[in-house]
């Protein structure tokens, strides 16, 4: 990644961002809240988390991506935007981003992240399957000619995936992840 390059695990329940020579500048829930009449967010990441179940009718705080997609496109589009200025301070410059997407995701889906991000500033958008971004996060060499399985349990998507060569091999993306797992425990 160059300088102004920035990673984004766009997650169900949580936001990672990476920008280069920094690490992790973004470690906040995937949250939302927005007045309910006119639509306007007033809060996002961890002020909008601690708005969850605490707000008068007028002012809903949501998750806006489920089970790992994008379910309320203007609302995630704001949180991207939000957060890529946050993580990202120059104005002249836009950044490069690489934002991970379950290894399922379809066409429609796959369109509606990367016009999220470009619609937020960055001047270009690279498609990263989430088992490839975690098998390069746990320090796999996933070039070589060798057999890897990865499991991703996310908040609302697990993936299942064999790499080798540098790509995926055979994959499985299930909506069955760690949100649910907290519900059974419950």
């Given at each position: 990644?160059?300088?102004?390059?920035?990673?984004?695990?766009?997650?169900?329940?949580?936001?990672?961002?990476?920008?280069?020579?920094?690490?992790?500048?973004?470690?906040?829930?995937?949250?939302?809240?927005?007045?309910?009449?006119?639509?306007?967010?007033?809060?996002?990441?961890?002020?909008?988390?601690?708005?969850?179940?605490?707000?008068?009718?007028?002012?809903?705080?949501?998750?806006?991506?489920?089970?790992?997609?994008?379910?309320?496109?203007?609302?995630?589009?704001?949180?991207?935007?939000?957060?890529?200025?946050?993580?990202?301070?120059?104005?002249?410059v836009k950044p490069k981003v690489s934002i991970c997407v379950p290894s399922a995701v379809t066409g429609i889906e796959e369109n509606a992240v990367v016009d999220a991000a470009v619609s937020s500033g960055a001047r270009q958008v690279l498609i990263i399957e989430e088992p490839i971004a975690a098998a390069i996060g746990a320090g796999l060499d996933i070039l070589k000619a060798e057999g890897n399985i990865i499991v991703d349990i996310g908040g609302g998507t697990t993936d299942v995936a064999v790499i080798s060569l540098g790509g995926i091999v055979c994959s499985k993306s299930i909506k069955l992840a760690g949100n649910a797992i907290d519900r059974e425990i419950i």
């Amino acid at each position: 990644m160059a300088a102004n390059d920035i990673g984004i695990d766009l997650g169900t329940t949580k936001v990672m961002i990476y920008r280069d020579g920094d690490g992790i500048v973004v470690n906040e829930p995937s949250v939302v809240a927005y007045d309910a009449e006119s639509g306007k967010p007033i809060a996002f990441g961890q002020k909008a988390f601690e708005m969850v179940g605490k707000t008068h009718k007028n002012i809903i705080a949501e998750y806006p991506l489920k089970d790992g997609v994008i379910s309320n496109y203007t609302l995630t589009k704001e949180m991207v935007k939000y957060f890529i200025n946050k993580s990202y301070d120059s104005k002249v410059v836009k950044p490069k981003v690489s934002i991970c997407v379950p290894s399922a995701v379809t066409g429609i889906e796959e369109n509606a992240v990367v016009d999220a991000a470009v619609s937020s500033g960055a001047r270009q958008v690279l498609i990263i399957e989430e088992p490839i971004a975690a098998a390069i996060g746990a320090g796999l060499d996933i070039l070589k000619a060798e057999g890897n399985i990865i499991v991703d349990i996310g908040g609302g998507t697990t993936d299942v995936a064999v790499i080798s060569l540098g790509g995926i091999v055979c994959s499985k993306s299930i909506k069955l992840a760690g949100n649910a797992i907290d519900r059974e425990i419950i």
